[in-house]
């Protein structure tokens, strides 16, 4: 496990994120820095908390950034459930776009069905796509980031505070 880091940050794997907009938001209320990797260099608000990352185009090079960075007091926003597992794995908080977490607890069977899926599709089976992002994921994207960034500074707080005895 890593070290918890001084100050919180948030890892966006912004190639198809569509939430990006809300996570600065989030972040700039809180203070937070956030840093936005992509293959290529993409469009960021102009503020010093925000940093973009060009991880450049081998393949997942922009998950490797992220993987080798993200550790125990971090945030990252993905809907990449590889790049999810390998997260959780090193203590960070993981959250889809859609505010579902991935957790120690379903990252296992989370990477089994996609990895089922995958299978499928390659045998030539019609599986579908993934549901349309709609307003209601934003709403709990929003709503599971606030938590997790509160979950986060009241640990941070709690080793802190003075002993009453």
């Known amino acids: 496990m890593t070290s918890i880091s001084s100050t919180p940050r948030i890892y966006v794997d912004a190639d198809a994120c569509p939430v990006k907009d809300e996570i600065y938001r989030v972040a700039l209320r809180h203070g937070l820095p956030v840093s936005v990797v992509a293959g290529q260099f993409i469009r960021v608000p102009q503020d010093p908390l925000i940093e973009r990352i060009a991880a450049g185009s081998a393949m997942d090079a922009a998950d490797d950034w992220i993987a080798e960075r993200a550790g125990k007091g971090d945030i990252v926003i993905t809907s990449d459930i590889p790049l999810a597992s390998r997260c959780v794995?090193?203590?960070?908080?993981?959250?889809?776009?859609?505010?579902?977490?991935?957790?120690?607890?379903?990252?296992?069977?989370?990477?089994?069905?996609?990895?089922?899926?995958?299978?499928?599709?390659s045998?030539?089976?019609?599986?579908?796509?993934?549901?349309?992002?709609?307003?209601?994921?934003?709403?709990?994207?929003?709503?599971?980031?606030?938590?997790?960034?509160?979950?986060i500074q009241r640990q941070r707080a709690a080793p802190s505070a003075p002993n009453q005895n």
């Open 89 to 121: 794995k090193r203590g960070a908080e993981v959250i889809a776009p859609n505010g579902k977490p991935f957790t120690e607890q379903s990252i296992g069977m989370t990477l089994a069905v996609r990895n089922l899926m995958t299978d499928l599709r």
């Open 123 to 151: 045998s030539g089976e019609v599986t579908g796509g993934p549901r349309s992002f709609a307003p209601r994921d934003r709403s709990a994207f929003l709503s599971a980031l606030d938590q997790t960034i509160r979950r």
